[in-house]
């Protein structure tokens, strides 16, 4: 199975920007889609945002649309999030998976929004 790691996380203030970052360690990013979710404090895992690279698909939560992008480099087998425009309702624990659950995760990597 493989084992995802997120990178890229920080703290910011309101309007700023991250770029995300995902790849496999030990192994390729495998499977068709590709996630990210997130887990806010007090929460559980939600969705942000999903790609199926292959035929050119990509999708959002509704809060964050026109705000995030999900992108593929399949050269560099990494997964990226750019983020801009954060908001205070976006501090959580941001992971990558390869399905809508989790399956894959790493550690995460925390944005914090605040000023």
């Known amino acids: 199975q493989v084992q995802l790691v997120e990178s890229g996380g920080g703290l910011v203030q309101p309007g700023e920007s991250l770029n995300l970052s995902c790849t496999a360690s030990?192994?390729?990013?495998?499977?068709?889609?590709k996630y990210w979710l997130r887990q806010p404090p007090g929460k559980g895992l939600e969705y942000v945002s999903s790609?199926?690279?292959?035929?050119?698909?990509?999708f959002y939560r509704d809060s964050v649309k026109g705000r995030f992008t999900i992108s593929w480099d399949s050269a560099k087998d990494t997964l990226y999030l750019q983020m801009n425009s954060l908001k205070p309702e976006d501090t959580a624990r941001y992971y990558c998976a390869t399905d809508s659950q989790g399956t894959g995760r790493g550690q995460g990597t925390q944005v914090t929004v605040s000023s």
């Open positions: 030990g192994s390729t990013f495998s499977g068709p889609w």
């Open positions: 790609t199926y690279p292959s035929i050119g698909k990509s």
